[in-house]
């Protein structure tokens, strides 16, 4: 069973950084896409950035040049405890939302569908000022 935890989250002014962070462990995590998707109030669930195990990256368009996805990935062991991170600059209050991380065994040309995840975090909130 795969678990994943996300740290990371918090308030800061249009303009700041934060870096959220996904730990996660069990099962054969070091195979998996990581994915970061975002839902704001009223609005449905949306794709960010994606993270294959070899370390391909993906982001929507709103986020690329301003976000960085990252991980520290030991493929060395189907089992190992891996941490993937975001790292969100120049932040806007658009980018207000839940951020969840999401992971699976899946092809990269459906990194993006949150419906191919089976495993996601509790969320973490970030919340961007003007």
């Known amino acids: 069973h795969v678990e994943l935890v996300e740290s990371g989250g918090g308030q800061v002014q249009a303009g700041g950084s934060l870096v959220l962070s996904c730990a996660a462990s069990g099962g054969m995590y070091s195979r998996f896409t990581t994915a970061w998707f975002r839902q704001a109030p009223g609005k449905e669930r949306e794709f960010v950035a994606a993270?294959?195990?070899?370390?391909?990256?993906?982001?929507?368009?709103?986020?690329k040049g301003r976000f960085t996805i990252s991980g520290d990935t030991d493929t060395s062991t189907l089992y190992a405890e891996n941490t993937v991170y975001l790292q969100m600059n120049s932040l806007k209050p658009e980018d207000t939302a839940v951020y969840y991380c999401?992971?699976?065994?899946?092809?990269?040309?459906?990194?993006?569908?949150?419906?191919?995840?089976?495993?996601w975090g509790q969320g973490t909130q970030v919340t961007v000022s003007s």
């Open positions: 993270i294959t195990w070899g370390g391909r990256s993906y982001y929507a368009d709103f986020v």
């Open positions: 999401a992971a699976d065994a899946l092809v990269f040309r459906v990194c993006h569908l949150s419906a191919a995840y089976e495993y």
